[in-house]
Each structure stands twice: as structure tokens, then as C-alpha cells.
């Protein structure tokens, strides 16, 4: 049998985007998918290692994970593993190179394009490749000298997902980036370039590459932080005692389920720390958890069965009886809060469960700010780096016994906050995330129709009323003569429907009497939905009442959210 040859190397990233490498994303790859919510999570790790004192040549290096490549002894390498970061790597430097000083903008683009050496045959080049379709827009947006601002100053209307997410996040990191002093700058370009560190590996054989990320990525049952923490904290209660804390730990384990065990304590230490992760759950449970409780009985007793508990309600919208109404509206807040895009509520609703649990006449009305906090987190695509400082102050009030129901309470909405969520669902909202758009449609829809039900359809889709590619000489192109009237219309949260079947791009074009009969109407003529079944009753789609719908609509999510 051959013998394959596969090595394995710590770099820093000023080692990885050298003249050692010229990456390349190979068609059988899958497209670049990083939203802004993975980028805005790694430029919060990033700034949360990178600090203000410490000379950064004598920081702690920051592990970014490993990149698994088929490479020989050339500098071309194809990637197998590691694009979603060294594409995202590739753009935050690109936006630091357009925001720093002129001084220190050629030795950015020295780690994003290699000049041409005749001597040894090597031609000039990006050292990042993409695949064939995204490459272009990659290196004019992005690697080429002055492409961020050319992103910034031009229109992009019709771009493959792929290339939106490197568009979006590269306008993301210019917003974050532009907060910055140019000092912090500056930093946070040296850290990347000095201290971030990769494990580059590599093998000549495609094979052999797959089996090396396959190892990498599916390891086992390795113990779990629940796991190093029950032989920890079981492990300090007296000899007489451990078999009965035992019995109480895994009765615990058992009932929220293994993964959701492990998720737990992480929840469980934001409760205590209130601020970002910096260093591992099981690091932060010791340091900030742990001192809280006077021994390992009564961190068992008083903090983790209790919150273990307020957990299994929260995550499994189970408060008791579900039969009276209060308990009902408790479980439905409860659904709707899962469906945001993120858990880092979570940490405040077990809070506030585990002090106040048998108070529902406390607990409605908590979760009812907490969503619409939530809510508009979400919306206004505010980040984690945003996110937990703002939870942690809730957590604080709600530490201290405060009144959420205060003008001043964090968990409320500013004056400021409440304009900007409603600016958003007012613009172009399509072209929000598919995650945000279809919370709010839902949110609306069960709202319009007076009712509590939480929509777990399998196939749920959104469908603009006014097409977006509608045929000349057609009704609609009567109705939208310009461009500019379509354009005003076509993406706006009046223009937009639920439907409980796939899409249809046919029907899409369709006149609007035909569409809303075979299309937009289910079994018996009707929709399941309200916001659908609203259009049904309109005999014609122009402006006009496009117009009045959205305002309608905006009416109604400002007093559902109290806007």
C-alpha cells in the first residue's frame, strides 16, 4: 500500500497568506455561505482577545481552528475545509486595509495579492481563489486596491447568495470597523496578521484529505463540559452524600436531554457572568458560577436543580397547568422566543423563571418585553457583540429585584430603538434574512388572525404579490409603468404573502385574478393565512393599495411590539 504523506503545522495568518500558499476553492466545493451573523461572531471573539494594553507581539496567540488542504510541493493548494474562515479572514482584511492609516495599507495587501516573480515562474496573483462564479466579484470588491469602496458606492441588485454574503459582510465589517479609533484599528490588524494562529494540513492526496476532515469533524463522544463538571462538583460533596447528589444530577441530565444538558451550563454561566464568553464554559461555570454557592451541595441545590429546571420550561414551553389561560400565554410567548435566531435571551428567561416561577401573573407580561426585546434585536441584525452587553444588563436589573416595567428598564425599547425597528420593516423588507422576514410574517400573520398559533408548517414560503420580473404588456406593467414604481413596491412587506405550498415560478407571473385563484387560494378558495386571505379580498394590486396595506401593516406591528 503507498504510503501518503500528510503534515500538520501551527501558522500564523502572516505564514498562511504568504508566497507559501495560493489557495484555491475547487468547483466541487460548496459556495461561500457566512452571513453576517458568523462574521459578526468572529470579529467579536477576535476584539474580545485583541484588548488595549498589552503589546500585541507578546499577546496569547488566538486559536482560528484548522484548515485541511490537498497540496504539493507548489504553493497551490485546494482547500477541503477552512474556506468559511479564510474567505471571512480575506474580507475583514480588506476593510482594515481600506480604514487604516495609508502607512499600513500596503502590508495588508501584501497578505491579499503576491506580485509577479519572472525569476522563479510566478505569475502575479490573489492568494485567495474562488470559484468560478464568485471570483470575479471577490477580487473586484474585495482583494483588488480601492474595491471596498467601489462595494460602497455601487448598486448591487441581482447577486447569487453566495455573493451577497461576501457583499453583506464585508459592508458589515466597514460599519463595526468605522467605530473603531484608528489606534484600535490598527491593533486588531496586527493581532490578526501576528497572533491568530491556524493548523495547516496537508496531503497530496484528495483521499486522504477527506478522511483527515472527516477525523476532525466527527469525533466521538468526547466528554462534555456536563460531564468534567459532574466528576468535579460530585466529586468535593462528602462520601455519604455523593450517591443521593448522583441520583439528582443525572434525574436532571435525563430529563433535559444530553445535548441540552451541555447547552445548559453555558446558559447558566451568561446568568452569572453577564458579560461575552472570553474563555471556555467550563473555565467561566468555575470562575463566575461556582464562587456563587458556599459549597458543592448547595451549588447543586440552590443554583443548578433550580435553573435546571426553569430551563426545562423555557426550552420546552411547558409551564404548568397549560390548561388555564395565563399558562397558555406563558407557552406561547415561550414559542415564539425559540424561533429567534439566537438563544441569547435564554440566560434572562431562566433568570427570571427560577425567581419567579410560581408568579404567572409576573411571567406574561415579562415575556412579552423579552420578546419584543428580542424581537427587535433581531430585526435591526443588532450582533452578539450588541446583543450580550444588553441581556446582561437585563439580567442585572432583574438580579436587583428592579421594575421592568420602568420607561428606563433595559429590557425596554429606547425612542431610538423603536424608529429604527419600524425604519427597517418599512424598507425593502424581502431582503431582510430569510430567518427575521419569515419571524415577523409569522408574528403578524398570528396576530391579524387573533389567534396563538405557532406555525410549524414543513413548506411555508413567501411570495411577492407584484411580481418581480413581470411580463410586458401585462396588467402589472400597467399598473407599475416604471422601474422606479416597481422597484418602490416590489420588496416591501405590503407586496408580500405566506404560502403553505413550494414555490411556483410560473404562477409567479401570473395576472392577479388568476394568481390569487389558483395560486395564492388553498382547498375550498381560501388561505390558511391571514395576511394572504387579505389579499383574496382585493379586486386589483396597484400602488395605491399596496400603499395602504403596508401602512396598515406597520400599524399593526407598532402596536403588537408597542412601537
Known amino acids: 500500500m503507498q504510503r501518503i504523506e500528510i503534515k500538520g503545522e501551527q501558522q ?81 482584511l480588506a476593510v482594515l486595509r481600506a480604514l487604516v492609516p495609508e502607512q499600513y495599507r500596503e502590508s495588508i495587501t501584501h497578505r491579499l495579492y503576491e506580485e509577479a516573480d519572472p525569476l522563479n515562474n510566478i505569475p502575479a496573483r490573489y492568494r485567495l481563489r474562488l470559484k468560478e462564479r464568485d471570483n470575479g466579484l471577490f477580487q473586484h470588491f474585495i482583494q483588488s486596491d480601492g474595491g471596498i469602496q467601489r462595494l460602497r458606492s455601487q448598486a448591487h441588485p441581482s447577486l447569487s447568495e453566495s455573493q451577497r454574503n461576501i457583499c453583506q459582510n464585508a459592508l458589515f465589517y466597514v460599519r463595526e470597523v468605522e467605530q473603531m479609533p484608528a489606534t484600535r484599528r ?10 491568530c494562529m491556524l493548523i495547516i494540513v496537508t496531503t497530496p492526496d484528495l483521499g486522504a484529505a477527506y478522511r483527515i476532515f472527516s477525523v476532525l469533524n466527527n469525533r466521538g463522544l468526547d466528554l462534555t463540559v456536563a460531564d468534567l463538571l459532574k466528576a468535579e462538583i460530585i ?29 445548559f451550563f453555558g446558559h447558566v454561566t451568561a446568568v452569572y457572568h453577564k458579560a461575552p464568553q472570553r474563555a471556555t464554559t467550563l473555565e467561566e461555570f468555575r470562575q463566575y458560577v461556582s464562587p456563587a454557592a458556599t459549597d458543592a451541595e448547595r451549588l447543586i441545590d440552590d443554583i443548578i ?28 410567548m415561550l414559542r415564539w422566543l425559540i424561533k429567534i435566531d439566537n438563544t441569547d435571551w435564554a440566560p434572562v428567561a431562566i433568570s427570571y423563571f427560577a425567581k419567579y416561577h410560581d408568579q404567572p401573573e409576573r411571567l406574561s407580561p415579562f415575556l ?7 424581537a427587535s434585536l433581531m430585526i435591526r441584525r443588532q450582533y452578539r457583540h450588541r446583543r450580550i452587553p444588553r441581556y446582561a444588563a437585563v439580567l442585572r436589573a432583574i438580579e436587583l429585584g428592579e421594575d421592568l416595567s ?39 400573520d398570528s396576530s391579524l388572525a387573533g389567534t396563538s398559533a405557532i406555525y410549524d408548517r414543513k413548506t411555508l414560503t413567501v411570495e411577492h404579490v407584484l411580481p418581480r420580473n413581470p411580463a410586458e404588456g401585462s396588467e402589472w406593467s400597467r399598473w407599475y409603468p416604471t422601474a422606479e414604481i416597481h422597484t418602490k413596491w416590489i420588496h416591501r412587506l405590503g407586496n408580500l404573502v405566506l404560502l403553505a ?61 408597542q412601537l
Open 235 to 263: 466529586g468535593a460533596i462528602a462520601a455519604n452524600l455523593q450517591n443521593e447528589y448522583t441520583e439528582r444530577w443525572e434525574a436532571l441530565e435525563e430529563r433535559l436531554g444530553s445535548s441540552d444538558f451541555s447547552a
Open 12 to 92: 500564523t495568518i502572516s505564514e498562511v497568506l504568504s508566497e507559501r500558499y495560493a489557495f484555491e476553492v475547487p468547483p466541487y466545493q460548496r459556495p461561500y455561505a457566512w452571513t453576517t451573523e458568523h462574521a459578526g461572531e468572529l470579529l467579536e471573539d477576535l476584539l474580545g482577545f485583541v484588548g488595549d494594553d498589552e503589546p500585541v507581539e507578546e499577546m496569547s496567540p488566538y486559536f482560528l481552528g484548522s484548515v485541511v488542504l490537498v497540496k504539493r510541493e507548489r504553493p497551490e493548494a485546494q482547500i477541503v475545509d477552512g474556506q468559511q474562515r479564510l474567505v471571512t479572514l480575506t474580507i475583514l
Open 305 to 332: 436543580l433550580p435553573m435546571g429546571a426553569a430551563y426545562y420550561l423555557v426550552q420546552n414551553c411547558a409551564y404548568e397547568p397549560e390548561q388555564s389561560e395565563s399558562a397558555q400565554r406563558i407557552n406561547t
Open 368 to 374: 412579552v418585553k423579552l420578546e419584543r426585546l428580542a
Open 186 to 195: 490598527v491593533r486588531l490588524a496586527q493581532f490578526i496578521i501576528q497572533r
Open 501 to 561: 405550498r413550494t414555490k411556483n415560478v410560473a404562477a409567479s407571473n401570473y395576472d392577479f385574478a388568476k394568481k390569487k385563484a389558483t395560486y395564492f387560494a388553498g382547498r375550498g378558495g381560501v388561505s390558511p393565512f391571514a395576511l394572504t386571505t387579505q389579499v383574496l379580498h382585493e379586486r386589483e394590486w396597484t400602488p395605491e393599495v399596496v400603499e395602504r396595506r403596508q401602512t396598515e401593516l406597520i400599524a399593526h406591528l407598532r402596536a403588537l411590539w
Open 406 to 444: 420602568r420607561p428606563d428598564s433595559p429590557i425596554q425599547l429606547t425612542q431610538h430603538e423603536r424608529e429604527d425597528t419600524v425604519n427597517t420593516l418599512n424598507s425593502d423588507f424581502y431582503l431582510m434574512p430569510a430567518t427575521p422576514r419569515n419571524y415577523v410574517l409569522r408574528r403578524l
